[in-house]
């Protein structure tokens, strides 16, 4: 059997890498090695539950307020003792986190091949978003086979001179993820979620919470969104806050005690994803759900300035509006009000996949490293 290490640390990656993991533990061609390294916890946990996964090696190296730096070498310096001992044929990594980064050194330091999952994406700002897109583009220089999600991204690695045969387009993982945990008719845990008529009034999830948006552009989406609900009779929007304190104060100071706009904790990812499917439309500086919400049809507009997701935009799923108040107004209004530029994005072809990239990858894995 080919050992397979997966490596993640965050509950994005836990929830994009779940499918590999299972499909891999079902596989009688590979032994599979669960490391986390906790970078969240909580968060984390909650996903490894629900995937029902449980680690073989776990890192546990989450403390509040440290740096980047000491996450990293919190992870370079665990995950080489890990390799060490567990001696597997791949490692593989997945996205843009600073677990990812330092994994792949680890396994480069230990001559282990390494498997990037999600390979490709470009924003071409190095500080756009924060440190993921240079975590991305060092953990690409590392990555012996590059998964990656959509033709764009394979365009993007062989522009930066990698080798063809060793970039593999499979579609996302986290669309094989989320038709997982639908259901039709699921009822939240929240009393809040509950209450709401999903059926008769049109639900805008927000999400906000990157570092590039803290201060004065988390101000303006704030009030843009005050702004759109308190023109339209029929609007609600459920925010589940991020656990940032600046975020939460100023979410409570500009949004709190309105009628219309639910404050929520954050949502476990059973519960995100169903709520993602009852919703009309998404406002998220998020990656992740750029990739998420088109599963569904639901339009996602973008905060923030750039994305490393183009292909998305250009599939017209996914518009990018920037941080300015009155710009973020007037794009979600045009959605709100114009049912033919609504469907238009509703009904655009999801650029992401069709849920069956975990097969696609491992297969490929077998391919390349069956013989050894």
């Known amino acids: 059997m080919i050992r397979v290490m997966t490596v993640f640390g965050t509950r994005p990656e836990a929830i994009k890498m779940a499918p590999l993991v299972n499909g891999l533990s079902q596989d009688d061609r590979f032994q599979s090695i669960v ?155 929240d009393p809040v979620l509950n209450k709401i008529d999903f059926q008769n009034k049109r639900i805008i999830v927000l999400t906000a919470h990157r570092r590039e948006n803290w201060g004065q552009p988390m101000v303006n989406i704030f009030n843009a969104v005050d702004d759109i609900v308190a023109r339209r009779n029929d609007v609600e929007v459920v925010f589940p806050m991020h656990l940032n304190p600046k975020i939460r104060e100023y979410a409570v100071e500009i949004l709190g005690g309105k009628d219309r706009i639910h404050l929520i904790e954050p949502l476990s990812y059973k519960p995100f994803a169903n709520l993602l499917n009852k919703s009309y439309l998404m406002l998220t500086d998020s990656g992740g759900i750029q990739e998420e919400a088109p599963a569904f049809g639901k339009p996602v507009l973008v905060l923030r300035t750039e994305t490393e997701r183009p292909e998305a935009v250009e599939a017209g799923t996914v518009k990018v509006v920037g941080v300015n108040r009155g710009e973020i107004y007037t794009r979600t209004g045009e959605l709100l009000d114009d049912s033919a530029k609504y469907f238009a994005m509703a009904n655009a072809v999801n650029p992401y996949g069709d849920g069956k990239a975990t097969g696609r990858i491992l297969n490929v894995l077998f391919e390349r490293y069956g013989s050894r």
């Open 35 to 189: 490391c986390v390294t906790a970078q969240h916890r909580e968060m984390l946990d909650a996903v490894l539950e629900l995937f029902s996964i449980i680690p073989d090696y776990d890192l546990n190296i989450m403390k509040h307020g440290q740096t980047l730096g000491e996450i990293t070498t919190k992870v370079i310096s665990g995950i080489d003792t890990i390799i060490r001992e567990a001696q597997p044929d791949i490692v593989l990594v997945h996205g843009d986190t600073t677990t990812t980064f330092a994994a792949s050194l680890a396994a480069f330091y230990n001559q282990i091949p390494v498997g990037h999952v999600e390979a490709g994406l470009r924003s071409g700002n190095i500080y756009s978003p924060y440190p993921e897109e240079m975590n991305r583009r060092l953990t690409g220089i590392l990555a012996n086979i590059h998964f990656a999600p959509t033709k764009g991204n394979k365009e993007n690695l062989l522009k930066e001179g990698k080798p063809e045969e060793n970039i593999i387009v499979t579609g996302n993982t986290v669309i094989d993820a989320l038709f997982q945990v639908i259901e039709e008719d699921y009822k939240f845990a």
